[in-house]
């Protein structure tokens, strides 16, 4: 016993000569461990990647990576989401609109120093579509029918790339731009398998160095970049999943630059002179699918008044503390080409919609809401559906609401809301004004049909529009289709149009030319710090 | 004793594979699959097919166990397809970050709880005991997870001492110290309500010793009083503490979830509930199974303990 004893009593020593040890290092260490070092971007991720194989990932969380590794054969301009050249130097279209052909950029190479070449594009396409492609099982590539409309691939000389399609594609280009259409060395492929997710090779302006798996991504400077070399000498993704760590985080000195700041905490970094505060509206859409099948909201009045009865303002300002606008229709602002600048919120007026109700003949109608615990966009979605249970009572409308863990809800929501539920919380993010209302507001985009169009909303004036913008290959002839589209949509009030999300982030002081893009990625080759 | 030994831990594989069925039954019963939780709002019925298909999630539950298995018993523990990984490298990465960890609260409350115990016990009503039973009581009380993040606000915003989270230093660093450094927040929240109990107990157990008659007998015979104490009223009082410890080691393991999240610290909880989420049902297999599989271990170490402390425990 006396030797348990003794080795208790030695173990105590032990543990307090690490206590008093590590006590030692703490003063001299916190100081060093609080700041990041010079000319290194520490940036805070709110996840770990899944994969830095561009072909393989869906989360944006990913993507503000990858945009830094890799490079598509275009990409969107600068503080737009209209496409400009990347790795192609410049592109035609068949007027078929059947065939786009792209020029690449000469002596480019990719990080692993492999040529980028037509042969080299090709590959990207053939193993994210081609079943029997020798590298097809390095998927599964869940995004891959961003190109389903791709015939066939073809590299009639090494810096020549044609692409046919099987019918006009409009948003063909702009997919190109999407992360999914980055292309990856198909030399480090060959070489890792399905470990490539794990040794990245691209183009991009940074290299990858290193991923030690839940602490941190680490990329360095390409110095053989062929665009303007970043100053950064190298870029640090830390995933931090608890909001409140990662503010903890920013505020002691250890990130740089943090991405989707909880809005509780915006005030508090703005107010701080320590601290950048940056904010951009992006392709984003909150909205209730309205159940246009059945029940109260088959009538287009009590659609219309479910729109004037909800305090999207309210909304906005309180529930969300101003991190997003107000929404006027399906399509949002950020596609600035595509917007009808002439489109206004429906106002909050309680009167005209009891009117609304009354004239239908639904007034204290019961109706059950689905909502949403959390989800890729869904902002604040609890207390946002309680708000606007609130307002709905206000004008006389009984709503139950059911709420769901994310996966359950998509479950429910996706294959339609009939015999269910009469109005359901939903939020898009994409990167081309067809996406949304083709694959949500279309006839043929009933869920039968394998669609999102979970409110059954049927137009066939809308219908006729959205083909003919995605067959037609003339920006403005598209543009002048959507926003024919969205003054009908708004009018016809498939969905209650509540928010745009505005993406928000913050910078410590030392970080300059740091800028948020509409599309939501995250470029920071053009960052420096001090 | 070997003999015993072997025998618990020969019954544990049937317990073991016992929950892994359940936990596949659960994953399977719970609504939403992978391909939803990949595809997120892109999940038409075609693209799910296709994701099914390229998974082999499109056979049947049975066909699905029976291949985890088949695979286990060579060894292999498939492919996370949520993090594109082997699940063994990363369950093994995750589970020795989670084993630092709940090992050093462990270690911590243990220390403590006893000397606090013991302390309270031998001063029973005095002020030591009456600052200590206080004091457990605010620490059993405290959500940990609340605790740590005000322990970052202290520690790590407003004194810049220690760091907010992580294991290791970002930018070099990576060594013992490091770690250390990395440990003594998380480590701290994590043990304190084990710490509480651990002290009511020892205090409770060490009471009742103290009342028995050998012990008169012992300070009757003028033995010391350190003696009397450690030696004969400690020893017995260990005998009910330690498979408490047992319990409480299964509880720091369990209660590591939160704390890991609110470190990030990179432990096998955190990846577990990132893997139901994602609906990873070979990630959570192999994660509970060796979880469960260090439960047991726990607290056959905790009776091996015992019964080495109490003789009559032996036969």
């Known amino acids: 016993m006396q030797a348990l004893l003794n080795k208790i009593r030695s173990l105590g020593a032990i543990g307090l000569f690490a206590a008093a040890l590590a006590t030692a290092l703490a003063a001299p260490w916190g100081s060093a461990a609080a700041q990041t070092p010079p000319n290194v971007l520490v940036v805070g991720q709110i996840a770990e990647p899944k994969s830095l194989d561009p072909h393989t990932v869906t989360a944006v969380n990913d993507f503000r990576i990858l945009m830094n590794v890799y490079e598509g054969l275009v990409r969107y301009a600068d503080g737009t989401l209209q496409v400009e050249p990347a790795l192609a130097e410049s592109w035609s279209i068949s007027d078929d609109g059947l065939s786009y052909t792209f020029k690449l950029r000469a002596g480019v190479k990719f990080h692993d120093g492999s040529a980028l070449d037509a042969a080299a594009v090709k590959f990207n396409f053939d193993r994210m579509l081609d079943e029997s492609h020798p590298f097809h ?7 891959s029918f961003f190109f389903s409309a791709i015939d066939g691939v073809a590299a009639p000389d090494a810096g020549t790339v ?5 019918e006009p594609y409009a948003p063909f280009l702009s997919n190109l731009a999407y992360p999914t259409g980055l292309i990856v060395s198909p030399a480090a492929v060959r070489e890792h398998g399905a470990e490539f997710g794990r040794n990245p090779s691209g183009t991009g302006p940074f290299r990858f160095a290193e991923w030690q798996s839940n602490a941190k991504v680490v990329v360095v400077r390409n110095d053989d970049y062929w665009g303007a070399a970043p100053s950064l000498e190298a870029l640090i993704f830390r995933p931090i999943t608890d909001a409140n760590t990662r503010v903890a985080e920013m505020l002691s000195g250890g990130l740089d630059l943090m991405v989707e700041v909880p809005p509780d905490n915006v005030a508090q ?5 320590a601290f950048t505060v940056y ?4 392709p984003h859409v909150w909205f209730l699918i309205l159940n246009a099948k059945e029940g109260p909201m088959a009538d287009k009045r009590v659609r219309q008044a479910v729109n004037y009865a909800i305090d999207k303002r309210a909304l906005v300002d309180n529930v969300l503390q101003g991190t997003a606008a107000v929404a006027a229709g399906p399509t949002p602002p950020a596609f600035a080409w595509a917007y009808n600048e002439s489109l ?9 919609a009891r009117e609304l109700i009354a004239a239908a003949g639904h007034e204290g109608a019961e109706l059950t809401f689905y909502v949403t615990e959390g989800g890729s966009g869904m902002l604040d979605p609890v207390p946002m559906g309680a708000a606007i249970q609130a307002d709905l009572a206000a004008v006389g409308l009984q709503v139950e609401i059911e709420t769901y863990e994310w996966n359950t809800f998509l479950g429910k929501v996706n294959p339609g809301l009939e015999g269910k539920a009469d109005m359901a919380e939903m939020a898009w993010m994409t990167n081309d004004p067809d996406t949304l209302p083709y694959l949500a507001l279309r006839t043929d985009a009933w869920p039968d049909k394998g669609g999102f169009n979970s409110g059954y909303y049927s137009n066939p004036e809308v219908d006729e529009l959205l083909e003919a913008a995605r067959r037609s290959t003339d920006q403005a002839e598209r543009a002048r289709l959507y926003k024919e589209m969205q003054t009908i949509v708004r009018d016809d009030a498939p969905w209650a149009f509540i928010a745009n999300w505005k993406q928000n982030a913050v910078s410590g002081a030392r970080v300059e030319g740091f800028k948020l893009q509409p599309s939501f990625f995250l470029l920071l080759g053009g960052v420096t710090k001090q | 004793m070997g003999y015993y030994i072997l025998r618990r831990l020969l019954s544990a594989i049937p317990v073991v594979f016992g929950l892994t069925i359940i936990v596949f039954l659960i994953m399977a019963m719970i609504p939403g699959d992978p391909a939803l939780a990949i595809l997120g709002a892109y999940a038409t019925p075609e ?3 296709r994701i099914n298909r390229e998974l082999g999630l499109d056979k049947s539950l049975v066909e699905q166990y029976a291949i985890w298995l088949g695979n286990l018993l060579q060894g292999d523990f498939g492919r996370s397809y949520s993090l594109n990984r082997p699940v063994i490298d990363e369950v ?3 589970f020795s970050a989670t084993l630092i960890l709940a090992g050093s609260a462990l270690l911590i409350c243990s220390l403590l709880g006893l000397l606090a115990g013991i302390v309270s016990a031998v ?3 005095g002020w030591a005991d009456r600052l200590i039973t206080f004091t457990v009581l605010i620490g059993i009380s405290t959500p940990s997870f609340w605790l740590g993040l005000l322990l970052i606000l202290l520690f790590a915003v407003t004194w810049q001492l220690l760091p907010a989270s992580g294991m290791y230093a970002i930018y070099g660093g990576g060594d013992l110290p490091d770690l250390l450094l990395h440990l003594i927040l998380p480590a701290c929240t994590l043990s304190v309500v084990a710490t509480g109990v651990i002290a009511r107990l020892t205090r409770s157990a060490m009471l009742e010793v103290l009342r028995q008659d050998y012990i008169r007998t012992a300070r009757a015979k003028g033995l010391d009083e350190r003696r009397v104490i450690y030696r004969h009223a400690f020893r017995a009082a260990l005998v009910s503490v330690i498979p408490v410890i047992g319990i409480q080691a299964g509880f720091v393991l369990g209660g590591a979830v939160y704390i890991e999240t609110v470190f990030q610290w990179p432990g096998i909880g955190g990846m577990l509930v990132k893997a139901i989420a994602t609906r990873d049902l070979l990630l959570v297999q192999g994660g509970v199974l060796v979880v469960a599989t260090s439960y047991v271990l726990f607290n056959l170490l905790a009776d091996v303990a015992q019964s080495l402390l109490d003789p009559r425990l032996k036969s």
């Open chain 1, 137 to 143: 099982d390095t998927g599964p590539f869940p995004l």
């Open chain 1, 162 to 166: 044609v692409f046919t399609l099987k």
């Open chain 1, 269 to 273: 970094f703005a107010a701080d002179d």
């Open chain 1, 279 to 282: 904010e951009q509206a992006g």
């Open chain 1, 344 to 352: 206004q919120p429906y106002p909050h007026d309680p009167d005209k």
């Open chain 2, 47 to 49: 693209n799910i097919a």
């Open chain 2, 92 to 94: 093994l990465e995750r």
């Open chain 2, 123 to 125: 001063r029973q009503f």
